[in-house]
């Protein structure tokens, strides 16, 4: 059965494809972990459009949008702010960073040391910042996209394993098609599309449709089908440590939000079964001589997809397992 996709995020996809082009797709994924209320990496050369992708999300809400470049010599307090002494108070007073901002782009995020990842992904996690012991609530909504380099490109840092974990998803952008990549050129001859965007949504409506997003209903059936494969993952030779139950909790969120996004109050295993590249390949250690077969994590996952029953609609509302 064909849904009509929900109308909200048609208006937002619609007006990014005035600056990415032929990438809904991708849009679609970033809406995904904005309404989930979780952050997304983004691994990819650069020049393919992340940080256009990011700027024309910010702009089609009107939320605000920050931009931290990291680097090897990039500081903690530079991500999150410091205190600055007042000599005329005698008081301190919070400078915030980058940090505080709805939209954020961590631009290259495998270029800094990993004590200033650390500072960026507590927040990402807490959705708050502590300095000197006060704490400060980050803004909502609050969204993080960093991106990375591969990891043979020099001068990067890999991401520890438990970092890597707090992100939603992981997406790859990829080049565009020959003509898709026309249009571009000739939109960037004339002017700046992102700039000439206009606000479809504001972030008072975003932080409704993120609490829309978590009434959608997630069968029993779904929940056991989302389980069984994470437990497959823990259990597959090839692979050295599998998804923890935060992937379980990640997959459920990103079902319901993509259910949404599709018009529907309901998640289906469909989604489950497009989501779970994104949500829990990155989330997987393998083992060193399967590394050496550079056989991929994604490759991993849909090969688990294929070998776990799914569950049957007898209903439209109602599933049941093999």
Do not use: C
């Amino acid at each position: 059965m064909n849904y009509q996709s929900n109308p909200q995020v048609v208006r937002i996809l619609d007006n990014i494809e005035k600056v990415i082009i032929g990438k809904r797709d991708v849009a679609e994924l970033a809406l995904v972990g904005i309404l989930a209320q979780g952050h997304i990496l983004l691994e990819d050369v650069p020049g393919v459009g992340k940080t256009m992708l990011v700027k024309s999300i910010a702009r089609s809400i009107s939320a605000t949008y920050k931009r931290i470049q990291f680097t090897p010599d990039l500081l903690p307090s530079d991500v999150i702010g410091v205190s600055v002494f007042n000599p005329k108070t005698g008081d301190f007073h919070f400078k915030p960073g980058p940090i505080v901002g709805n939209i954020i782009l961590a631009d290259e995020i495998n270029r800094t040391s990993p004590k200033t990842q650390s500072a960026l992904l507590e927040a990402m996690e807490e959705h708050s910042i502590t300095v000197d012991g006060v704490t400060n609530e980050l803004p909502k909504p609050f969204f993080v996209m960093a991106t990375q380099n591969p990891i043979d490109y020099e001068g990067t840092y890999e991401l520890p394993e438990a970092q890597i974990d707090r992100f939603l998803l992981k997406i790859r952008m990829g080049y565009p098609a020959l003509a898709d990549e026309l249009i571009i050129l000739d939109k960037a001859r004339h002017s700046t599309p992102v700039e000439a965007l206009e606000p479809v949504l504001s972030t008072d409506d975003i932080i409704q449709i993120q609490n829309m997003v978590r009434t959608i209903t997630v069968d029993e059936s779904i929940s056991r089908y989302i389980v069984e494969l994470v437990n497959k993952t823990r259990h597959d030779n090839r692979i050295h440590l599998g998804v923890s139950p935060r992937g379980s909790i990640a997959l459920m969120k990103a079902s319901q939000a993509l259910a949404f996004t599709r018009g529907r109050d309901f998640v289906l295993p469909d989604d489950v079964q497009y989501l779970a590249p994104f949500v829990l390949s990155h989330r997987l250690i393998l083992k060193p001589d399967v590394n050496l077969q550079k056989v991929s994590t994604e490759t991993i996952i849909h090969d688990i997809i294929q070998v776990t029953p799914v569950p049957i609609r007898k209903e439209k509302k109602s599933f049941f397992s093999h």
